[in-house]
């Protein structure tokens, strides 16, 4: 009985140890990625990295300005997420409540192949069909821009809000939807004045994910979007090349000396990067745990 | 009832079926494309032959096989460790600040973007552990972005496994590890064999932390040992496509590699989905 209960102890404690790989590897991410980062600051100022209006990593007088790319990476976030948004809780509220289950039981899985599709396939797709279109249908000088990146991102982005939209459309009480409809409203009054704001925090949680998975893409813009390192003006700035800043990562980090001050700003680049994320992450588990669905 | 609200209705109705219709035609829309203009591509020799002529002709083997190694390897460390993790998460660990620190590390973790892994694996495997651009450091940073997949599919497995089933082996005087092991797992197999799958399709195509630790533009040869650099067919993709010398020359050949890429994701997919059908009515019998 000793041995066996030893045995068991053993067994959990080996158990527990693998569940908190996940922490260690979260808190090696945050020392490796903030180490490297923070090196940059040693004979770069903070402020300028802040405020700086230029990205030249590698002129005479290199300038380390973030900018340039986190500006270009909100305009095309904001662009994909004005569509992307409408359109993924609308196929979210068809999916729940007006399909049959059996379509259902088919578009479920069938959007969830966009979640699939690598993103490097998708930004093949935008540069050979997507990126001449809109340069011959918006005569520009190259269908580069940041709305093409915008587009793209957008599509990506929906599998993300359709499915946890659904989920929270699918979790709103039968009883208090057919209240509604018992007192003589109609299915849709009732989807948009009941069912709807019951879900929205699971909405918006999944409209915050949908953020986060897009601010963090990279290959797909990278092949889009340009990537020329200008403040975007708005909404000018659509029609325009536009670099983000995971793109900016991904280009330079091949041809940067490590250790250079350009390795490093990468690194403080990709600091932001994890920051801006994490905070996303952790407003999506706030909203959805405080606001869930008491009955 | 107001004639008013049945013509908003109607309205709104026909709406939200356009947005449907919409999302449905974009899918459709990228999988022809590329099915279309791959298919004629893809052929065995396309697919076990070099490159030529400065990869403006010839096949795709060798980043078909860097793949390959990249699935295996970052599946060989991700996979038992997920399940090994889930499996503490739902059947021991108790409710307090402990379990709520390692549930929040896994959901950050998830949300933290593919190229800030890749900066993590280049600061830590390639040159703090030393491991150099290796297929080694590629598929270690792949397996910690796939972790968070498979722990949440492994633990999504676990729940749907019965109570019952747990307390009926308990009762019996089994122990906990036992029970686990002899009623829980075998239970929960299918549901994990899914998650799995479906992070191989993650590691198929992902390109930025590839990039940053260890993918090669070209290599004339199969890598040697696993401190090699490798070619991978994401990074294939890539490359032929926005900075080759020759980008409207070796179109087909991109055609194929996005194709083949496209085949092993939708491919896993399936059979993700077949392998959870089969189980659902075998145990619904």
Redesign the interface.
């Known amino acids: 009985m000793f041995k066996?209960n030893k045995?068991?102890k053993g067994?959990?404690s080996?158990?527990?140890v693998?569940?908190?790989?996940?922490?260690l590897?979260?808190f090696?991410?945050c020392v490796?990625?903030f180490?490297?980062g923070i090196l940059l600051f040693k004979d770069y100022p903070l402020s300028s990295f802040l405020t700086e209006r230029n990205w030249y990593p590698t002129s005479v007088n290199p300038r380390f300005g973030l900018l340039p790319l986190f500006l270009g990476s909100v305009i095309v976030t904001v662009g994909a997420l004005m569509f992307a948004v409408?359109?993924?809780i609308?196929?979210a509220?068809?999916?729940s409540e007006?399909?049959s289950p059996k379509a259902a039981g088919i578009?479920k899985?069938?959007?969830?192949?966009?979640a699939?599709?690598?993103?490097?396939?998708?930004?093949?797709?935008g540069?050979?069909?997507l990126v001449p279109l809109i340069q011959d249908a918006l005569d520009l000088r190259t269908g580069q821009t940041a709305l093409t990146g915008s587009i793209m991102l957008g599509?990506m982005a929906?599998p993300t809000i359709?499915s946890i939209s659904e989920d929270a459309i699918s979790s709103v009480p039968r009883a208090i939807k057919e209240g509604s409809l018992a007192l003589?409203?109609?299915?849709?009054?009732t989807?948009?004045k009941v069912t709807v704001p019951a879900a929205l925090s699971g909405i918006s949680a999944g409209v915050m994910?949908g953020i986060?998975?897009a601010?963090?893409?990279?290959?797909t813009l990278?092949?889009v979007t340009g990537n020329t390192a200008i403040i975007p003006g708005f909404p000018s700035g659509l029609f325009e090349p536009v670099r983000t800043m995971?793109a900016t990562?991904?280009l330079e980090?091949?041809e940067v000396p490590?250790g250079s001050d350009h390795f490093y700003a990468?690194?403080a680049i990709?600091s932001v990067?994890?920051i801006i994320?994490?905070v996303?992450?952790?407003i999506?588990?706030h909203i959805k745990n405080r606001y869930k669905f008491k009955l | 009832m107001f004639p008013n609200a049945k013509t908003n209705q109607k309205i709104a109705f026909t709406l939200l079926g356009m947005a449907m219709g919409l999302v449905v035609l974009f899918i459709l829309i990228i999988l022809y494309y590329v099915i279309y203009n791959g298919y004629s591509v893809i052929s065995l020799e396309f697919l076990t032959s070099m490159p030529a002529k400065r990869m403006t002709a010839g096949g795709i083997y060798p980043a078909l096989i860097g793949t390959i190694y990249l699935i295996i390897g970052s599946m060989a460390f991700a996979l038992p460790m997920g399940i090994l993790a889930a499996i503490y998460l739902n059947e021991y660990a108790k409710p307090g600040k402990t379990t709520w620190v390692i549930e929040m590390a896994i959901s950050n973790l998830a949300g933290t973007p593919s190229v800030v892994f890749g900066l993590f694996g280049l600061a830590m495997f390639v040159k703090y552990i030393g491991f150099g651009p290796s297929i080694l450091a590629a598929s270690l940073t792949l397996a910690l972005l796939i972790l968070p997949v498979i722990i949440r599919a492994s633990q999504e497995a676990l729940i749907t496994v019965p109570r019952e089933y747990r307390e009926a082996s308990l009762a019996l005087g089994v122990t906990k590890w036992q029970t686990i092991r002899r009623v829980v797992l075998p239970a929960a197999i299918p549901g994990m064999v899914t998650g799995a799958i479906l992070s191989v399709g993650r590691v198929a195509g992902e390109t930025a932390p590839i990039l940053l630790t260890g993918a090669a533009y070209f290599l004339p040869r199969l890598p040697e040992s696993a401190f090699s650099q490798f070619m991978a067919l994401p990074y294939h993709l890539f490359v032929l496509a926005t900075s080759g010398t020759n980008i409207a020359q070796t179109r087909p050949i991109q055609y194929g590699t996005a194709l083949v890429l496209l085949m092993i994701v939708l491919g896993v997919n399936f059979f993700a989905i077949a392998i959870r059908n089969h189980y659902r009515k075998k145990m619904h019998r």
């Open positions: 066996r045995t068991e067994i959990e080996l158990l527990f693998s569940a908190a790989v996940a922490v590897t979260l090696l991410l490796f990625l180490r490297d409408p359109l993924g609308a196929s509220i068809y999916i007006l399909a578009l899985p069938f959007t969830e192949i966009l699939g599709i690598p993103s490097v396939v998708f930004g093949f797709f540069l050979v069909v599509i929906l359709i003589g409203s109609t299915k849709w009054q989807i948009h994910l986060g998975r601010i963090g893409e990279t290959m990278m092949m995971p990562i991904a980090m091949g490590q990468l690194f990709g990067l994890f994320t994490f996303i992450n952790i999506a588990d």
